[in-house]
């Protein structure tokens, strides 16, 4: 009897090797490397499909998410046994299998121009959606700003004031107030809904504005304070009610070129002296200071900022009633957005190189990103936070992973400098505009070009994808504005 016994025994050991060749022992973990649960065996015919159950499952979400999975920064699309097969990894490992959530929603691509409007008699130096997609402004090398009606693709406003060029605008993200910083240093508050100035301009900068950031919703509702950038070396916060500068941040020493204030309540400014620094903003500390870069500091990214620049409005397209109800709202998505993970920074250079850091965590750099051959003019986060898409006057546009800073892809197409780039609100297409006069678009699942889009007859310097994902804008030297639909 015994020795049938260990006989029984010797095929089911056999059997469960077999099983465990056929098996992968595998690590789910999220974009930040946290693990879903323990190892598990999977079957090698599992495939995207199942894992999609399977983590569905072990999050216990109540509504199905779609997920997308990458094994070592490459996505899994095919069965686990083919990908073992391809890329010839050793079945003794542990496997690790990064999830990452996709929006709900889709955007279709845009591919005509939907309209040429006229108006502005010099070039379009900036265009910006409202945050819930419903209005369009734009700011001009003829001192003007304006807003267009959508519906009927005309100019609606023409805002007279500034006494040169309008470098940048900015959006509250209630919606209800547009700010522009000029050439001359003034800055203006406008109101969307007549197109009247709210006030006098605002005085204190001594030389151009070179960017504008708004208190994100979620900590201040409705909408008051904003900071501002000059050339003059100093970041300013303003507060829209007294119509005073309450704050000036001054510790630069030369121009200040790009400022965020962040979802935590902190300022980030970079700046020509090759330094960022991060303030706190009820007396205007210096808290830290970054630095690593060899050259000035062009332009920086908040992995955050999707959510900070609509504060409540997402693709549903519901309205508000009160401005606390707005504020919940975006403190919900802002913390449903960042995790437990730190709120993110990433920085592009003259020095040809991005830096990716977590300034709450440390004054030291995550990662050095390197691969540009010219200046890095712009950089932004995939409303998602999982990508970071750099643009540069090499010509080309690079994908980095929003997380590790590790590089992706690069797309190249563009046979001149690239100025300025903006994501769908569902993190799957980049859009890009650039000096040889064409819009491009970006699939970043093929990380392929998806749409061409030529028609400006000169230098594109602005382009924005409106929030809800319905059309993209874009302004440049020929001065007219264009709207591009699906």
Wanted: aromatic share 8%; charged share 20%.
């Amino acid at each position: 009897m015994a020795a049938i016994a260990m006989e029984v025994e010797a095929v089911e050991d056999q059997q469960q090797l077999v099983e465990m060749n056929n098996n992968v022992m595998c690590q789910l973990a999220d974009p930040e490397g946290t693990p879903l649960g323990p190892p598990m065996y999977l079957p090698q015919n599992a495939g995207p499909k199942e894992l999609q159950q399977m983590v569905n499952k072990l999050l216990n979400n109540e509504e199905k998410l779609p997920y997308v999975f990458y094994v070592s920064d490459q996505e899994l699309v095919v069965q686990l046994g083919s990908y073992l097969q391809k890329h010839k990894v050793s079945v003794e490992k542990v496997l690790t299998i990064v999830y990452q959530p996709q929006a709900v929603f889709r955007i279709r691509s845009v591919s005509r121009c939907s309209a040429t409007i006229a108006g502005h008699t010099e070039a379009v130096l900036s265009v910006a959606f409202s945050p819930d997609g419903r209005q369009l402004a734009s700011g001009s090398g003829d001192t003007t700003v304006r807003f267009w009606d959508q519906n009927t693709q005309t100019p609606l406003f023409t805002c007279t004031g500034h006494k040169n060029w309008v470098l940048c605008i900015a959006w509250s993200p209630d919606g209800k107030h547009l700010v522009s910083g000029s050439k001359a240093g003034e800055l203006q508050c406008w109101d969307p809904q007549t197109g009247k100035p709210s006030g006098g301009p605002l005085i204190g900068h001594k030389k151009w504005i070179t960017a504008l950031s708004w208190e994100p919703l979620h900590l201040k509702a409705p909408c008051r304070r904003f900071v501002s950038s000059s050339k003059d070396g100093d970041a300013r916060i303003w507060d829209i009610s007294t119509r005073k500068s309450v704050i000036c941040l001054s510790g630069h020493t030369l121009a200040v070129t790009c400022v965020k204030w962040g979802g935590d309540g902190v300022i980030y400014t970079g700046s020509q002296d090759c330094t960022i620094k991060v303030w706190e903003t009820s007396q205007g500390k210096l808290i830290r200071e970054l630095k690593g870069h060899g050259h000035w500091v062009n332009s920086l990214a908040l992995s955050t900022e999707y959510v900070l620049r609509t504060g409540a409005f997402d693709h549903t397209a519901k309205q508000y009633s009160s401005p606390e109800e707005m504020k919940e709202v975006a403190l919900e998505r802002y913390n449903k957005m960042k995790g437990n993970a730190p709120e993110r920074l990433v920085s592009g250079s003259d020095d040809f190189t991005m830096f990716l850091w977590e300034p709450a965590v440390s004054k030291h750099p995550k990662t050095r990103m390197t691969g540009h051959q010219q200046l890095v003019n712009h950089v932004y986060f995939s409303p998602d936070g999982q990508w970071v898409a750099s643009a540069s006057f090499d010509k080309s546009v690079k994908l980095w992973n929003g997380i590790t800073g590790k590089f992706i892809a690069a797309f190249r197409g563009h046979v001149g400098p690239v100025y300025q780039i903006s994501w769908s609100a569902d993190s799957r297409l980049l859009l890009s505009g650039s000096k040889d006069s064409t819009l491009k678009v970006w699939d970043i699942r093929t990380k392929k070009l998806k749409q061409d889009l030529p028609g400006h007859a000169d230098e594109v310097f602005a382009v924005d994808w409106s929030p809800d994902g319905e059309k993209v804008a874009s302004g440049g030297r020929d001065r007219v504005l264009k709207l591009w639909m699906g």
